[in-house]
């Protein structure tokens, strides 16, 4: 039977600033063992992690548990609803408010990523205001966007009805051409024709939302 690690006692040991592979290195363990071990260590707040590019992370391991400030942002409120987890690259926490599932859904869209842009769809199925919706996407020039990629989002997965007069507003409202520049699907020509979008997720980039 596997020891239980006592995480307490593994941040003692492990205090100071690492990467994967020091970690790796330090426990004689697999690197992708180390990561597990780095997002249990966070879990339990010994851990802080600091972007160092080319998806390298430097991990600061400290015996007292780091208080994280503020609320959940974009990356936590993302994985907290949507079945496609997503690395998070930094700590995204708001301070000065609440930060909704409007605008984690907007924020995604505007971010031009297709992964984040998947994974952020789940949210329609818990929006509370379409009406805050609306006026965020109008704000980011992203309406007619919001309006494609629910109607692809409600063909794969059972989400909240948006009211007509939101949807009216989405489909006379602003927009990019491009959801994510130059790219492209044949799967929903009407919808791209009718939002004047081009959508770049198929139905297999979409079914992952039902399994993640």
């Avoid at 690259?89 to 984690?104: C, G, L, Q, V, Y």
Wanted: net charge positive; no cysteine.
């Amino acid at each position: 039977m596997r020891k239980r690690i006592d995480i307490s006692e593994l941040a003692k040991k492990l205090e100071g600033m690492h990467t994967a592979e020091t970690l790796a290195s330090e426990l004689n363990v697999s690197i992708r063992t180390a990561i597990n071990i780095a997002s249990k260590l966070r879990k339990a707040g010994y851990l802080h992690y600091y972007s160092a590019g080319r998806k390298k992370r430097i991990y600061q391991i400290s015996p007292m548990r780091f208080r994280l400030l503020g609320r959940p942002g974009l990356y936590e409120t993302i994985n907290k609803y949507s079945k496609i987890k997503i690395k998070e690259p930094f700590n995204h926490r708001i301070h000065d408010r609440k930060f909704s599932i409007e605008e984690a859904l907007v924020l995604a869209i505007n971010s031009e990523n297709i992964r984040l842009i998947l994974s952020s769809l789940n949210l329609f199925a818990h929006i509370k205001n379409w009406g805050l919706l609306n006026n965020l996407a109008k704000r980011y020039n992203l309406q007619r966007n919001i309006g494609a990629l629910y109607d692809v989002t409600k063909l794969i997965i059972k989400i909240k009805k948006m009211d007509e007069r939101t949807r009216n507003s989405l489909l006379r409202g602003n927009g990019r051409e491009y959801i994510i520049k130059d790219l492209s699907s044949k799967d929903f020509k009407s919808i791209e024709e009718k939002w004047r979008i081009k959508m770049p997720l198929n139905f297999n980039d979409l079914s992952r939302l039902r399994t993640g």
